[in-house]
């Protein structure tokens, strides 16, 4: 079965902290996101990465960074959290690029205070 | 530039009635188009896909869409709800090549006994 998994469920983080959301998937999957839910907003695109060591940004970049050293795991950094990053982060891999088909993680729930 | 909207974002429904969700979408080449849901404190789970085959796709759990390229529409369809369908539904569009997918708000389905 295809697996995407976050490392963390739940954080609290205080503003001005620096943030590591780790994802890893087991699927040999090339490509790998990071999207925000927020309530009404629906998904957004954060990063993606179609190889390792690429990265690509995505719709709202702005306070974010990512880092694929290996194939299976991509992370998201808040290099300083802020009260506005307070969100749900899902990571999501995908085989291919042409049929684009996602497979998600459970999510991150992230609080800054 | 592509995009997604989906109308409604709650809908509720009685146990047994039909289940319709509305999805409208622009992309300036033939779609992939997709649903997936979320379950309270999950991931997105794929629910079905479009992929410039049959019109007409069957998914997961009953559930059914049909691709109208003359309404750019791809709504989403069960003949008969049960409560453990209560959840968030997303639409999402890929264009052709490196696009990734663009999710639209969401509609939250609410199934009343």
């Known amino acids: 079965d295809v697996k995407v998994t976050q490392s963390s469920r739940y954080l609290v983080k205080r503003t001005g902290e620096k943030v590591f959301l780790e994802c890893v998937q087991d699927?040999?999957?090339?490509?790998m996101f990071w999207y925000r839910q927020d309530p009404g907003l629906g998904l957004r695109l954060i990063y993606f990465?179609?190889?390792?060591?690429?990265?690509e940004k995505g719709d709202i970049p702005e306070g974010y960074s990512v880092s694929r050293e290996k194939k299976e795991r991509f992370s998201l950094i808040l290099e300083s959290a802020s009260t506005n990053q307070t969100s749900m982060y899902l990571c999501?891999?995908?085989?291919?690029?042409?049929?684009?088909?996602?497979?998600f993680g459970e999510g991150s729930r992230l609080t800054v205070l | 530039a592509q995009s997604v909207t989906q109308l409604g974002s709650h809908v509720s429904v009685s146990e047994g009635a039909l289940v319709l969700l509305r999805c409208n979408y622009s992309s300036s080449v033939p779609p992939y188009l997709f649903w997936y849901v979320q379950y309270p404190n999950q991931g997105l789970q794929l629910l079905l896909k479009?992929?410039?085959?049959?019109?007409l796709v069957k998914g997961i759990n009953g559930f059914e869409a049909e691709f109208k390229k003359s309404e750019t529409s791809f709504h989403l369809t069960k003949p008969s709800a049960h409560m453990s369908d209560a959840a968030e539904y997303f639409c999402?569009?890929?264009?052709?090549?490196?696009?990734?997918?663009?999710f639209g708000k969401g509609t939250m389905l609410l199934v009343s006994p």
């Open positions: 479009y992929t410039s085959a049959a019109t």
């Open positions: 699927m040999d999957h090339e490509n």
């Open positions: 999402a569009v890929k264009g052709g090549g490196y696009s990734t997918l663009t």
């Open positions: 990465s179609y190889d390792v060591k690429m990265k």
């Open positions: 999501a891999s995908s085989l291919t690029t042409a049929t684009g088909e996602l497979f």
